[in-house]
C-alpha cells in the first residue's frame, strides 16, 4: 500500500503541481494543444481535471468508476509519458470534463502549430517530466485503494452469487432438503446484486434460466476484475518507470528549498522499490 501523505505535504504537491500546470497552459495555449476537438483547453487540464477532483472529493478510491479511478489514472500516467518523451505529440485523451468543479470553461484555442519553438519544446519537457512524477506519486495512494476496494466488492459479490447459484442448482437436482433461497437473499450486503437476484428467482428457486443468468454475472464479474488488475499492475509498472528517471526532480525540490515536497517524493519511490521487489 502506497504511503499515506500528510495534509501539509499533500498541500504542498498540489501547490507545486499547480505552479507548473499554469505554466504549461501558457505555452499550450499558444500553441493550440488542445485536449480534443471536443475539448478546446489546453491539453494539461485533462490531466489537472484529476487534481482537482483530488483536493474536492472525500471519496478516494472508492468510485466504481470516474477520473480517479484505477483504470484512468493509468491511462494518465502513460499518455503523461508520452508527451513528456513528444511535448508536441498529439495524444488520444478523453473529451468529457471530469473536474470537481466546473472551474474551467473551454474557449476557443489558436489552430495547432506543427513547429513549436525549440526552447518551448524543451521547457515543456521539463515541466511534464515534473508534474508527471508529482501526479503520480500524489494519486498513488487513490490508485490503490481504488484498485483494492473494487477487487474485493466484486468478490464478495461472486461469494454471494455462488451461494445462490449453488442453493439453486441443489434445488433443481433435488440434492438434500429443499434451500429457502429468498432467506439466502437477505444476507447479501450489495443491494443492486440483491434486487436482482430477487427478481430473477421471483421468490422460487427454480430453472435453468436462473442458473444461466447468475453464471453469466459471476463471469461478468471475473471480467472486469481482470480489467482492474490490469490497470493496476499498468500503474504499479509505470510508477516504477517514473521513479526510475525522478531522482534529478527531488534533488530539485531539494535545492529549492522544499523539503516537504522532496521527502514525500524520497519516501514515496523508497516505498515503490520496495513493493516491486516484494511481488
Not at 434445488?171 to 440483491?194: C, S
Request: hydrophobic share 40%.
Amino acid at each position: 500500500m502506497p504511503m499515506k501523505a500528510s495534509t501539509q505535504q499533500k498541500q504542498a504537491l498540489v501547490g507545486v503541481m499547480t505552479r507548473i500546470y499554469e505554466e504549461i497552459r501558457v505555452v499550450e495555449a499558444r500553441y493550440g494543444l488542445t485536449v480534443g476537438e471536443r475539448d478546446v483547453r489546453p491539453r494539461i487540464e485533462y490531466f489537472h481535471d484529476a487534481i482537482r477532483q483530488y483536493t474536492q472529493a472525500n471519496t478516494h478510491g472508492f468510485e466504481r468508476t470516474g477520473r480517479l479511478s484505477v483504470e484512468s489514472l493509468a491511462y494518465d500516467i502513460a499518455m503523461l509519458r508520452q508527451i513528456q518523451a513528444n511535448p508536441v505529440s498529439r495524444v488520444a485523451l478523453p473529451t468529457q470534463h471530469l473536474s470537481g468543479k466546473d472551474l474551467v470553461v473551454a474557449g476557443q484555442a489558436e489552430p495547432f502549430r506543427t513547429k513549436v519553438d525549440g526552447n518551448d519544446r524543451y521547457q515543456l519537457m521539463d515541466w511534464y517530466k515534473n508534474y508527471c512524477v508529482l501526479f503520480v506519486a500524489l494519486l498513488a495512494e487513490a490508485a490503490d485503494r481504488n484498485y483494492s476496494n473494487r477487487i474485493s466488492e466484486n468478490n464478495a459479490q461472486v461469494e454471494d452469487l455462488a451461494s445462490v447459484l449453488n442453493s439453486v442448482n441443489a434445488n433443481i437436482h433435488k440434492h438434500g432438503p429443499e434451500v429457502d433461497v429468498a432467506h439466502l437473499l437477505n444476507h447479501i450486503g450489495d443491494p443492486e446484486i440483491k434486487a436482482k437476484l430477487a427478481q430473477m428467482l421471483g421468490g422460487r428457486a427454480k430453472g435453468k434460466a436462473s442458473v444461466q443468468a447468475m453464471d453469466a454475472m459471476i463471469k461478468a464479474i471475473d471480467k472486469e476484475n481482470a480489467k482492474i488488475e490490469k490497470a493496476h499492475f499498468t500503474y504499479v509498472t509505470s510508477q516504477l518507470a517514473v521513479y526510475e528517471n525522478a531522482k534529478d526532480v527531488v534533488k530539485k525540490m531539494a535545492s529549492s528549498g522544499m523539503n516537504v515536497v522532496g521527502d514525500f517524493m524520497a519516501a514515496a519511490m523508497a516505498e515503490a522499490n520496495t513493493h516491486s521487489r516484494g511481488r
